[in-house]
């Protein structure tokens, strides 16, 4: 600013007057200022402001003839914070880096100068890029700023953001945001990210996180950040329709999609319809969410919709139903029909519920079929009960030796492997027995450098393929039991104890089992190293005896050296030893235990394989079908006495989310819910009868 220029004493003291009034009240959206030609820089005659104890104080005053605008960009505390933060990175090397201080010194008048130059453009889809760019001409032609000063401001601006992100401090990014803005600025995306993150620190900060969010989505590729802000946001002003509109408008491409429709994104719009009782729009978006890959449902999310449902009585037989419902494919009915519907989609999403969501629905049901006559009811404690005589709802525990609901009378059932997934878990068996032979390999050859290699992998996996064969081809009766030998043999002890192997085998027999013990080749011999406790075992002479009797009787498979024997008994589940899988139904004479054989005896928890086998339900329901845990009774001194032994049976009703018919005539569909928490066979049961 020339000389010339320079305002009269009068005005000097009159705005000195006024500046510190202005300064601390809160900042306003700024408006245009339109004669920027009046603009006034005072840095020698500036009021002392808090902020500026060490820095000089520039400040531009937008006049019009008659009309003092003093445009404020924030409270005075926010702009304090802002000020000592930036007051560090406007002379910090790296920021500076060419730019002469001459160069840099406009620049740094117009960061701490609290008022703006110019309106924000609106952040819109349409021409929003045309528009940046005049806003930075204009920029530009304002500050009168070259290239180099403008890039300087981009990097102070940008270092701002890292700064407020690593201190985890809102306020100056507030500012430094609307610094952005007004620049025309077209920030890399990462910037923009920073800004988003350190502006979301905060709940009370929607607008400017709605704001910066928008701004990204405009100019980059939406991620689920910001997607998830700019929902938030919308709903937290009741604009949830906005807000599906926004995720229904992102592309669909392929994978891509399922980067920001996810649960966390829909679920703020589906608790708004739930809240406010928008049913049918609650039911479209879940239509949705469950076409979109991206979204995993928990059981909250069942919890909230089916509640709200139920509560809203669109689960009463001829009572409300989902009108407008064309568009809802096979929704599109209310009553009992509506509820099997969507339990059955619950069913293929969940294994069980949680506490809260099963209340959530408990409540939901108790007041939308008893009304008026609504009551507390603890799905903890509280049995199952009518509480109408359309609805049967509350907690049983289902008889475990005939698998019938006492309250409804409903069958439960036992959920098995289909003959494809056994046949999946046959074939990833064989392949896995080939790839931990690779392992295996490997971690001999990194220990002895000569170690030339105890066959190859493809040995391995043919070793286990001539189990599942000779399972297939071996003469007799079908095993109904297998014993994982390692595992009885050490159990409770650092070295095998063949007692435990004969006990487990007797007790199996009693029941009227037919049992194949599998053990690792190196432990059918007189004596064996044993890593536990780094010495060499010798078995005793009646040790070996059991050992020869179990294998001159056929009841003792060898694993073959460098072979995993997991794979042996888990392999055993799922060969063809008959054609049909073995089954023992819940009345046979023998009282043998119930479910599908053979049954797995072991331990085991089978950490190790988990992941590779099968996806999670899976996994669950092929070891509820095969797997059971044993208990041996210790001894005090002689380890050949009578112990007893105690066995978990397998399920023979799943663990599972299941519907299952009852009653003739007027049949109606009995639903069971494993809870989380709620031990063994008790379920959380609800049954509306038509
Ligand atoms: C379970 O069912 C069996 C067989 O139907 C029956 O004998 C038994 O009493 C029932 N148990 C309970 C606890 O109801
Ligand atoms: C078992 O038998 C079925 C039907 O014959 C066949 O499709 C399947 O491949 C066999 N499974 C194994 C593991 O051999």
Not at 139 to 150: A, D, K, R
Not at 369 to 385: L, M, P
């Amino acid at each position: 600013m020339g000389k010339g220029k320079r305002p009269s004493i009068s005005l000097f003291a009159f705005l000195q007057a006024t500046f510190s009034v202005v300064s601390i009240q809160a900042f306003q959206m700024p408006t245009t200022c339109r004669t920027m030609s009046t603009v006034v820089s005072y840095r020698e005659t500036y009021p002392q402001h808090p902020c500026f104890s060490q820095q000089r104080y520039n400040s531009h005053i937008c006049m019009e003839p008659g009309i003092i605008q003093v445009e404020e960009l924030s409270d005075q505390d926010t702009f304090c914070s802002y000020i000592n933060c930036m007051k560090e990175i406007v002379e910090n090397q790296r920021v500076v880096k060419k730019c002469s201080l001459d160069e840099c010194k406009p620049v740094q008048e117009y960061l701490f100068s609290s008022q703006s130059l110019l309106s924000l453009p609106d952040i819109s889809v349409d021409g929003f890029k045309d528009r940046l760019r005049d806003q930075k001409r204009q920029f530009l032609e304002e500050t009168g700023f070259s290239e180099e000063q403008y890039e300087y401001l981009v990097r102070c601006l940008a270092y701002l953001g890292d700064r407020c992100a690593k201190i985890q401090q809102i306020a100056p990014a507030l500012i430094a945001w609307k610094k952005m803005r007004e620049s025309g600025m077209k920030p890399r995306e990462r910037f923009v990210s920073t800004y988003m993150y350190v502006l979301s620190l905060d709940e009370r900060n929607v607008q400017a996180c709605f704001e910066t969010a928008t701004f990204h989505d405009v100019l980059f590729e939406p991620t689920e950040k910001s997607i998830f802000l700019r929902i938030k946001t919308l709903i937290s002003q009741s604009d949830a329709k906005t807000a599906e509109y926004i995720l229904s408008s992102l592309p669909d491409r392929q994978g891509k999609s399922s980067e920001w429709k996810k649960l966390r994104t829909f679920l703020p719009i589906l608790s708004h319809y739930c809240d406010v009782g928008d049913m049918i729009s609650a039911l479209n978006l879940f239509r949705k969410m469950r076409k979109s890959e991206g979204v995993i449902f928990d059981s909250e999310t069942y919890g909230l919709l089916i509640g709200a449902l139920a509560r809203r009585g669109y689960f009463i037989p001829g009572g409300l139903s989902v009108d407008g419902a064309s568009t809802l494919g096979s929704l599109e009915m209310g009553g009992p029909a509506l509820f099997d519907t969507i339990s059955t989609e619950m069913a293929e999403d969940l294994l069980e519920l949680s506490l809260d969501a099963a209340e959530t629905i408990l409540d939901g049901f108790v007041s939308g079929f008893a009304g008026e006559n609504s009551y507390e009811f603890d799905c903890v404690t509280d049995k199952c009960i009518n509480v109408s005589p359309l609805l049967t709802i509350g907690r049983v525990t289902v008889n475990e030796t005939s698998a019938v609901c006492p309250a409804t009378g409903a069958n439960l059932r036992l959920f098995a492997l289909t003959e494809e997934q056994r046949i999946s878990v046959h074939d990833t068996l064989l392949e896995m027995a080939a790839v931990q032979h690779e392992d295996f390999s490997e971690k001999l050859k990194a220990r002895n450098q000569n170690f030339k290699g105890r066959g190859d992998s493809e040995r391995a996996r043919r070793n286990l393929f001539e189990f599942s064969e000779w399972l297939r081809e071996h003469e007799g009766e079908p095993f109904t039991a297998i014993v994982d030998g390692a595992n009885v043999a050490y159990a409770g002890h650092g070295n095998v104890h063949y007692s435990q192997v004969q006990l487990v085998v007797d007790k199996l027999e009693d029941m009227g089992e037919k049992v194949l013990v599998v053990m690792p080749s190196k432990y059918v011999g007189e004596k064996f190293y044993v890593a536990g406790i780094d010495s060499v075992q010798q078995l005793s002479e009646r040790e070996v005896g059991i050992m020869n009797g179990l294998l001159d009787e056929g009841k003792m498979y060898q694993v073959p050296a460098a072979c995993l024997d997991d794979y042996y008994w888990m392999l055993a589940s799922v060969a063809n030893q008959t054609e049909h899988q073995l089954h023992v139904s819940i009345d046979n004479r023998q009282r043998r235990f119930p479910g599908l054989r053979p049954m797995l005896v072991t331990n085991d928890q089978m950490r190790d394989h988990k992941l590779a086998l099968l996806e999670k339900r899976l996994f669950r329901r092929w070891t509820s079908c095969h797997i059971v845990n044993y208990d041996l009774e210790s001894y005090s001194e002689n380890e050949w006495q009578d112990r007893d032994v105690r066995f978990v049976p397998t399920d023979f009703f799943s663990r599972e989310i299941q519907g299952n018919e009852v009653g003739g005539e007027r049949s109606s569909t009995v639903w069971h819910y494993p809870v989380t928490g709620w031990e063994g066979s008790d379920r959380l049961c609800i049954n509306i009868r038509r």
